[in-house]
Every structure is written in C-alpha cells, then in structure tokens.
C-alpha cells in the first residue's frame, strides 16, 4: 500500500532527470533516512509506479514510470490522500497559490493555500504538505515544487485549479495515457 512519501520521492526522482540516483543521495535531499527512501520506491515497484529495467552488463535500473505517476496524480491522490485545509497560518503558497500554477487571478481575495512554515511569506490557510520535508525541499528545486503545488491543488478538490494543475502534472511527467473519465454521480435509492 502506498503511503505519501512514496508519492514525494517518486516526484524528486522526476525532478532531478538523472538516470540513476543513489539513494543515499536521494534521502539526503529529500531529509528522509535512507530506508524510507528505499522503501518508498520498493512500495513504487509493487504498485508499478516504478519500472525496473534490466540490462545485461549493469545492476537493474529503476524507472518512474511517468504515465502511471500521472495517471494516479490526476485520478487517485484526492481520494487516497485528501487534504483538509486547516486555520490561517503563514506559508509557502502551494495549490493555486503556487506562482507556476497562475491561479491567483482565478481567485482574487480568497486566502491561498499555503504549506505552513515559520518563515514563509505569505498567510493562507495551511495545507499539511503530503511528507514533512516538502516545503524545504520545494524552496530549493523549482520543478519538485510544481509538482507538489500541482498535486495539492488537485488534493483540495479545487475546480478552477484543477484544470491548472492538469497542464502542469502533464507537461513534467508526460502525456497521458487514456485517462479515464470520473463516473458520473449515481443517484442512490
């Protein structure tokens, strides 16, 4: 079963478009040990989240595959890991407050939303970040932010932000496969 840290790593792995990224590496940018990073991406490979390919002369490689880290972005993370915002705090502005989501002038005097940090910049209401590490790790790698900022504007189920946060998701990860439509809403007797 997945747990939200899966989903960060899975992300800064996509940011940092190497190759191979030794998990050592990858734990000390993220500020996780290393085992949780290891197993973050055990959980990807079981949920095929993460691809292994096999090469004759090197060690297996391991790939996100960006379709599927898509696909659950845009169809499963609000229902798997929904966010309740909570009271006003200060922060870093994520969801359609993020500046690479442009959807502040969709939503002008609203508070944004924002990862709660003692020195962020704006005051919003605070929206828990998917792992503890997020905002840290967002200050210093643009491409992980829009990620993250994308995936929380689809976590809050805002309408007008979700459509934003689509073209985002689909421009770093990739076009996706035939992502299946929401049902329709079923009237129940």
Known sequence: MLKPQDVVVLC???SLEAPQVPIHR????LKMSPSEVHHAIHRGVEARLVEVVEHRTLAHEKRVNRAALLE???????YVFPVQ???HARGMPTGWAAPMLHGAEAHPGALPPV?????????GVAVPPLYRCVPEVARRDPTF?????????????CPRASR?????????????RAVPAPPRQVAVL
């Not at 990858?26 to 940018?29: F, N, P, Q, V």
């Not at 659950?72 to 609000?78: F, P, R």
């Not at 689509?166 to 076009?175: A, P, R």
């Open 26 to 29: 990858l734990a000390a940018e």
């Open 72 to 78: 659950l972005c845009l169809t499963g993370l609000k």
């Open 164 to 176: 934003n946060a689509e073209v985002t998701l689909i421009s770093l990860l990739g076009t996706p």
């Open 115 to 123: 990862w709660p940090t003692a020195d962020g910049p704006v005051t």
């Open 85 to 87: 915002p909570l009271s």
């Open 145 to 157: 932010y829009a990620l993250m900022a994308a995936v929380d504007a689809l976590r809050t189920r």
């Open 12 to 14: 800064k792995l996509v």
